[in-house]
């Protein structure tokens, strides 16, 4: 019965077009207010369990390396060397994305700081080329998952 009851309330948010991250977390506690499944005073206690990691921070951390380094101009002269190496090829601009998304892997191994970083590097280069936005956005996500894969992963 409380599932309907979930199912229900989601729909109608989602109806009257409240913000996703908003519905996601009133139902949560529309479900404890219904079940009493959880005792009340255990839910702050879980809000920070839920936070208090290690991969967490290491993810803060690794966006602030990427940062760092484009302030740096490390990262341009990753896409400098980049363009020099593979740049001239058609579609040169797109090959140079993947390679500095291969040496920024090397240096950090996170997929989300590859991606915050060489999107921001690379993206207005592409579309100052005359790349789709679509396609530019595309090439660097699925490019940047090989931080995943890259040593120095752990």
Known sequence: MESIILLVV????????APIGFILI???FVYILLTDAVPLVLIPSQMFTAIDSVPLTAIAF??????LMTSATI???LVALSRALIG????GL?????LVSMFFAGMNGSVVADTATVGALVL???????YPAAFSAAVTGVSSTIGGI?????
């Open 10 to 17: 989601l729909l109608f948010l989602i109806l009257l077009g």
């Open 75 to 77: 990262t341009d002269r």
């Open 26 to 28: 009133l139902i949560p």
């Open 124 to 130: 207005p280069a592409m579309k100052k080329a005359g």
């Open 150 to 154: 890259i040593p120095p992963r752990s």
């Open 88 to 91: 001239r090829i058609r579609g």
């Open 62 to 67: 690794f966006m602030l390396t990427g940062e």
């Open 94 to 98: 797109a090959q140079v994305n993947v």
